[in-house]
């Protein structure tokens, strides 16, 4: 599974410095052989891989009001030991907000690493970001027990002060790959 783990991240075109910093962090961490996933909650080990997805209709995204983090965030979760980042996606979706794949999970558009903050603060989340094509209009049955709620938000409304720190990097890249340069 490592070595599947190592390809979702090479496969990433950075989009800035920030995220090639990230990347080749990443890639070491990868390489260094220490465990990728969190065995223990909250942060065992304190440096562990996440699998984010946005589900995105045309120029809207769909965040969630985290009730943890204390954050409006994009849905995902802790990829589990020996689970593909990919299949993470699939069940983070059905988990967290009732849906079913009705595509195959694609490379991810992005990778960040953060410092969490909230309830389980200190530790850092190695992020693969995943993009879901979807409906807005699609009904949602969301977690109530990690979620306050769910909301649509056009790109540029979204509520980047009380966000991921990357999410505004991930809208313009998101955007970059609607409209080639």
């Given at each position: 599974?490592?070595?599947?783990?190592?390809?979702?991240?090479?496969?990433?075109?950075p989009?800035?410095?920030?995220?090639?910093?990230?990347?080749?962090?990443?890639?070491?961490?990868?390489?260094?052989?220490?465990?990728?996933c969190?065995?223990?909650?909250?942060?065992?080990?304190p440096?562990?891989?996440?699998?984010y997805?946005?589900?995105?209709d045309?120029?809207?995204?769909?965040?969630?009001?985290?009730?943890?983090?204390?954050l409006?965030?994009?849905?995902?979760?802790?990829?589990?030991p020996?689970?593909?980042?990919?299949?993470?996606?699939?069940?983070?979706?059905?988990?967290?907000l009732?849906?079913?794949?009705?595509?195959?999970?694609m490379a991810?558009?992005?990778?960040?690493?953060?410092?969490?903050?909230?309830?389980?603060?200190?530790?850092t989340?190695?992020?693969?970001w995943?993009?879901i094509?979807a409906?807005?209009?699609?009904?949602?049955?969301?977690?109530?027990?990690?979620?306050n709620?769910?909301?649509?938000?056009?790109?540029?409304?979204?509520?980047?002060?009380?966000?991921?720190?990357?999410?505004?990097?991930?809208?313009?890249k998101?955007?970059?790959?609607?409209?080639?340069?």
């Amino acid at each position: 599974m490592r070595s599947a783990i190592r390809g979702e991240v090479a496969s990433i075109e950075p989009l800035d410095e920030v995220e090639r910093a990230h990347i080749e962090d990443t890639l070491a961490w990868i390489d260094s052989g220490a465990e990728l996933c969190r065995i223990q909650k909250p942060a065992i080990p304190p440096k562990h891989l996440v699998s984010y997805f946005v589900l995105v209709d045309e120029e809207h995204v769909l965040l969630v009001d985290h009730k943890n983090a204390s954050l409006w965030l994009p849905t995902g979760g802790h990829v589990e030991p020996g689970e593909h980042p990919r299949a993470t996606v699939a069940r983070e979706l059905r988990e967290e907000l009732g849906l079913e794949l009705r595509q195959p999970v694609m490379a991810p558009l992005m990778l960040t690493c953060s410092q969490t903050v909230g309830i389980t603060a200190g530790h850092t989340d190695v992020s693969l970001w995943y993009v879901i094509d979807a409906n807005r209009s699609e009904p949602l049955t969301f977690d109530t027990e990690e979620f306050n709620s769910v909301r649509w938000f056009h790109a540029g409304e979204a509520p980047l002060s009380r966000s991921d720190p990357h999410l505004q990097r991930f809208l313009n890249k998101l955007n970059r790959r609607r409209r080639p340069v």
